[in-house]
């Protein structure tokens, strides 16, 4: 029996989460949790360019929230959580982000060498 998932997107504006869409997924046998995130965020972007700032890459993350990137260096996100939108897990078990390298937002090198 297949998993039930369901997923939540959203767009980083200023320093808060705005979630733009979520929903109930039926699970595809041969696509796992992070192919989903990723292609839901695919999606999204596709549907969504004016939300958007150039210069990001899309990463995917598999279920530890410690190994996402900070909210400074990301501009969206698709979570895919384990069971259907109203009794899901508490945090996701795959994660797709849009990040900024930071060489791109021009953050100083903070290897300060004496």
Same mark, same amino acid.
């Given at each position: 029996?297949?998993?039930?998932?369901?997923?939540?997107?959203?767009?980083?504006?200023?320093?808060?989460?705005?979630?733009?869409?979520?929903?109930?997924?039926?699970?595809?046998?041969?696509?796992? +949790?992070?192919?989903?995130?990723?292609?839901?965020?695919?999606?999204?972007?596709?549907?969504?360019?004016?939300?958007?700032?150039?210069?990001?890459?899309?990463?995917?993350?598999?279920?530890? +929230?410690?190994?996402?990137? +900070?909210?400074?260096?990301?501009?969206?996100?698709?979570?895919?959580?384990?069971?259907?939108?109203?009794?899901?897990?508490?945090?996701?078990?795959?994660?797709?982000?849009?990040?900024?390298?930071?060489?791109?937002?021009?953050?100083?090198?903070?290897?300060?060498?004496?």
């Amino acid at each position: 029996m297949a998993d039930h998932y369901s997923y939540e997107v959203a767009l980083h504006t200023g320093d808060a989460w705005r979630i733009t869409d979520t929903g109930d997924l039926a699970q595809v046998p041969d696509r796992d +949790p992070k192919e989903t995130a990723r292609a839901l965020l695919q999606d999204w972007v596709l549907d969504h360019p004016r939300d958007l700032v150039g210069g990001q890459r899309l990463e995917v993350f598999g279920d530890d +929230p410690g190994s996402y990137p +900070p909210e400074s260096r990301t501009g969206a996100r698709a979570w895919v959580f384990r069971g259907r939108s109203r009794a899901h897990e508490q945090l996701p078990t795959a994660a797709a982000y849009l990040v900024t390298e930071p060489d791109d937002l021009g953050e100083p090198d903070l290897d300060i060498r004496i």
